[in-house]
């Protein structure tokens, strides 16, 4: 099946600090998205991507997709101590519409450091 | 987006009993999803819950063992049956967006531990 490789798998930051982790695949996605989730949560949706080469911010976050459709990043600026908690990547292989079906990354624990 | 709860929250469990997990949504969406996130881990897809018919299920997981109902466009359960600590985990249901393109929302999860 579809893998992805999120990294990094966590970071120690201080707070101001920017931040980028990134995911890559061996298959070719049709949508990105990335998902935050804090302790006792579901993850919630941060971006979402859904062309090759699209870059989209979200306040302080901004996430790119990769233009060979097998990799994304997102970077956050100026890291605040809300940020922390499990980032999770995810691709879809379906070009929009119903029957999404979501491979996801195993996650980047971010720890911000006031 | 759609505003999805869960109930129960969490729960602790026997094992070799059943619990079953619930999920609202407050408005109709045509897709739902029932994923599973062991400890420390990510999320995999369990199911997906199909209205007026049988769940579609992810290789590694059968109906005997998580079955599933949809009876509406809001509503769905899923069962963890016979229980062992194996089961301990997260569950979570998720929806599609209502528009096309949009993607998938979930809800707070439910947390099982099974002694």
């Known amino acids: 099946g579809q893998q992805l490789n999120q990294s990094p798998q966590s970071m120690f930051i201080q707070e101001g600090e920017d931040v980028s982790m990134n995911c890559t695949s061996s298959s070719i996605f049709n949508t990105w998205l990335w998902y935050k989730q804090e302790p006792g949560e579901g993850p919630v949706l941060l971006i979402a991507?859904?062309?090759?080469?699209e870059l989209t911010s979200n306040g302080r976050l901004t996430a790119q997709f990769g233009i060979t459709r097998k990799d994304s990043f997102l970077n956050i600026s100026a890291s605040i101590p809300s940020d922390v908690g499990i980032y999770f990547c995810?691709?879809?292989?379906?070009?929009?519409?119903?029957?999404?079906?979501?491979?996801f990354g195993k996650g980047t624990l971010l720890t911000v450091n006031p | 987006s759609a505003v999805i709860s869960q109930k129960p929250s969490r729960d602790i469990c026997q094992r070799g009993t059943s619990l079953t997990i619930q999920c609202q949504v407050d408005?109709?969406?045509?897709?739902m999803f029932w994923y599973r996130q062991q400890p420390g881990q990510s999320l995999t897809l369990i199911a997906t819950a199909n209205q007026g018919s049988e769940a579609t299920y992810e290789s590694g997981f059968v109906i005997d063992k998580f079955p599933i109902s949809r009876p509406n466009l809001t509503f769905s359960t899923l069962t963890v049956s016979n229980m062992s600590p194996e089961d301990s985990s997260i569950y979570l249901c998720s929806v599609e967006g209502i528009q096309v393109g949009e993607t998938q929302y979930f809800g707070p999860g439910t947390r099982l531990l099974v002694l």
């Open positions: 995810a691709g879809d292989f379906n070009s929009g519409g119903s029957n999404y079906k979501l491979t």
């Open positions: 991507l859904y062309k090759a080469g």
């Open positions: 408005s109709q969406v045509t897709m």
